[in-house]
């Protein structure tokens, strides 16, 4: 029971981790896409500033802060190599046996291999914060490092598990491939305003993919209703049913999140509706309006 505590209590943790930098990820993608889309602002001299160019970013600086010089430290960067290095100790301590010889049990071996692909990733951020000369797009390279590390261990690492519960880690290897793939897409193109949208939305897949599987590969309860049959086949139909609203969920969180960010940014002036480049002439349907398609680079 301790043991099915502890990975339950594990899964829980890494799934708000995931969704939390999702969620901030996708909030400040949003806030640098609508200053793309802003009008020119005014500096109170009559000189008007030209809007900001669209930049992504696997990374973001914490504005939120009450002074410029703790704004200007790379603070995401720095609570990812805390989050991994917490992590990867003590999966260690807990995973450490010395009979009859010293060695880590597999599945904790299997773990610190998943973090240690995201932890070289943010001393990676660290440096090119630092401008220390690394080649460009650096940041965006040790993201499809981190996301193959983690997709390639957990394919194998499926090995004497039930029917559902290696289903299970299939589908969180897909949707770890699909983080690998947009981290691809954005080392060809960082400021595709879809490609780092992308990788927020699988990030925040594996956030609620991790908290499902919590729940059905760990029950803590014996109430029947919520207890999966891990070797029958319609529970891995199921499954594959749940993680398919997953999708949906998620793509719906998403959507609510930029709308809301759509309706701050014109609260405060960030973006203007009036703007020429976005009216449309009544008899143009939208929906198929692609005029500016050659001239966006989001």
């Known amino acids: 029971m301790i043991v099915y ?19 901030w990820w996708h909030v400040n993608n949003c806030l640098r896409y609508f200053q793309s ?52 100790t003590i999966e260690v301590v807990t995973g450490y046996n010395s009979a009859p010889r010293p060695y880590l049990n597999d599945a904790n071996a299997h773990h610190t291999a998943m973090l240690f692909g995201f932890f070289l990733g943010a001393w990676v951020e660290m440096l090119m914060h630092y401008k220390v000369p690394l080649p460009p797009r650096s940041c965006q390279v040790m993201g499809v490092l981190g996301f193959a590390v983690e997709a390639t261990t957990m394919v194998f690492h499926l090995h004497a598990r039930t029917i559902l519960d290696a289903h299970g880690h299939v589908l969180l290897a897909v949707i770890i491939v699909g983080c690998m793939l947009s ?35 760990y029950p803590q309860t014996t109430n029947p209703y919520f207890v999966w049959d891990e070797d029958s086949h319609r529970s891995v139909s199921l499954l594959t049913m749940s993680f398919s609203y997953h999708m949906s969920g998620n793509a719906l969180v998403l959507l609510v999140v930029y709308l809301i960010m759509y309706k701050l940014s014109q609260i405060n002036g960030i973006i203007d509706d009036g703007d020429e480049q976005h009216q449309l002439h009544e008899s143009e349907y939208k929906l198929i309006l692609n005029d500016h398609d050659d001239e966006q680079t989001v």
């Open 5 to 23: 505590r502890y990975c339950n209590d594990w899964l829980h943790y890494l799934g708000i981790v995931f969704v939390l930098l999702s969620l």
């Open 37 to 88: 889309l802003g009008k020119n602002v005014s500096n109170g001299h009559g000189i008007k500033k030209p809007r900001r160019e669209y930049r992504g970013s696997t990374t973001y600086p914490c504005w939120w802060l009450p002074c410029q010089q703790l704004r200007n430290l790379p603070i995401e960067s720095i609570i990812k190599i805390i989050i991994t290095t917490t992590h990867f």
């Open 183 to 217: 981290a691809i897409g954005e080392c060809f193109n960082p400021n595709c305003f879809w490609f780092v949208t992308s990788r927020n939305f699988f990030a925040l897949m594996q956030g609620t993919w991790f908290l499902q599987l919590a729940f059905v590969i």
